[in-house]
C-alpha cells in the first residue's frame, strides 16, 4: 500500500509540474489497481484451493461407522452444516428444506450420537471420521 501511495503521489507531482492530460492519470491509476487486484485475487484463490486440498486429502468417511450409528446421508450433510457453525434456519435455507426438517434431523442426529448439544454432536462425530 505504501508503494502505491508513492506511485500515486508521483503521479501527482508530474500531473501539476508537466500537465498531462487527465486521461493518462486515469488510465494510469486504472492499471494500477487492476494489477493489485489480480495479485490479491490469485493469491486468495491459492490459499483456498491449499486448504481445500489438505482437507480433501486427510478426510476419508468411514462407511463401517456410519452403518454403525444408522446416520443418513441427509443427516450426514446436516451435521457438516452444523459443524461448519450454521444455524438450523441457515442449514434449512441451504439444503432447501423446512426448518421442522432440519430440528428432527438435528434430534435424530442427538439420539443417534448420544449427544445433548452440538457440539457434542460435532466431536463424536469426528471421533467416529463421520465429518473432518
Do not use: C
Not at 72 to 90: C, D, F, H, T, Y
Amino acid at each position: 500500500m505504501a508503494v502505491a501511495i508513492l506511485l500515486l503521489k508521483m503521479i501527482e507531482f508530474q500531473f501539476y509540474f508537466q500537465k498531462l492530460s487527465a486521461e493518462v492519470y486515469i488510465g494510469i491509476i486504472g492499471v494500477l489497481f487492476t494489477l493489485v487486484g489480480i495479485w490479491a485475487g490469485q493469491r486468495i484463490a491459492r490459499k483456498r484451493k491449499m486448504q481445500q486440498g489438505i482437507q480433501q486429502g486427510e478426510f476419508k468417511l468411514d462407511e463401517e461407522a456410519l452403518l454403525r450409528t444408522g446416520i443418513s446421508k441427509r443427516e450426514i450433510e446436516v451435521l457438516e452444516w452444523m459443524a461448519r457453525g450454521l444455524s438450523n434456519q441457515e442449514i434449512a435455507d441451504t439444503l432447501f428444506v423446512s426448518l421442522n426438517t432440519v430440528k428432527t434431523h438435528t434430534a435424530s442426529l442427538f439420539l443417534k450420537l448420544d449427544a445433548k448439544r452440538r457440539t457434542q454432536a460435532i466431536q463424536r462425530a469426528k471421533d467416529l471420521r463421520l465429518i473432518p
